[in-house]
């Protein structure tokens, strides 16, 4: 099997596919995996489409990029659909990855089972504690970052997985792109700078926490139309002699060349 150093097929980009495609492929590939470990010979657009969770005529654009066209009356071919967006994935060969940082979330990362499946293998795992070298995580002997660059040269990687503290992170990212290292996957909590030539894919565990947060926040506030409480309920207006009797409010002081400012202060 090839490695992601020696040989490298043509990219979604520079086949024309849109980014926006490429994000939605895993999702299609998850779906048919799934009828696929189910026998399922084929599936419409229809079904994989609500498998994937979009909309199908968006799923036969996506579709459409990759010369697959489905069969009028049957559907598309499950295995074969497997095949072709693993191969436009980059799926079909061996991809060599690295993980910096091996406290709680880069010993989940490394105990994750569905890198392995998915044509990602953990070459090394490696952080800067010298207390950590030499212990084992999920059956890999953890080495030292001062040996970084050989890890990388020597086991043909090119993509890397950042899981340290935010203040390490840009060091560890330009140590990784100096070695060659050419795709990072970032769970650190910060934005990272690289250089043209360099994709960065962020995981950002507590931005999703607080879309949902506000996301929730939204649904508890909902009341249903038409329906006010008392303490909520629009204040009634005055009677209209009330209003009549009020003075009238002082014009606004001018400003420094004699005119009203266009905006006062609240």
Known sequence: MATGRNHRPATSRSRGIPEATVARLPLYLRALTALSERSVPTVSSEELAAAAGVNSAKLRK????????????????????????????????DWPVVIVGIGNLGAALANYGGFASRGFRV?????????????????ISVQHTDELEKIISDNGV????????????QQVCDRLVAAGITSILNFAPTVLTVPDGVDV????????????????????????????DEDTAPPAAPPAA?????????RPESGPDGDVPAVMPA
Request: hydrophobic share 40%; glycine share 12%; aromatic share 8%.
């Open 123 to 139: 070459a090394a795992l490696i952080d800067a504690d010298p207390g950590l070298a030499g212990r084992p995580v999920a059956g």
């Open 242 to 250: 009330a209003v009549a009797k009020r003075p009238r409010s002082k």
């Open 62 to 93: 996506d579709f459409s990029y990759l010369g697959s066209y489905g069969t009028r009356g049957v559907g598309y071919d499950v295995e074969y659909l497997v095949y072709q967006i693993s191969r436009e994935l980059g799926l079909t060969q």
């Open 201 to 228: 894919r962020k995981v950002d565990l507590s931005i999703e926490l607080q879309i949902l947060a506000f996301h929730e926040q939204r649904k508890a506030g909902e009341e249903p139309h038409g329906e006010h």
């Open 158 to 169: 090119s993509i890397g997985v950042i899981a340290t503290p935010a203040g390490a992170a």
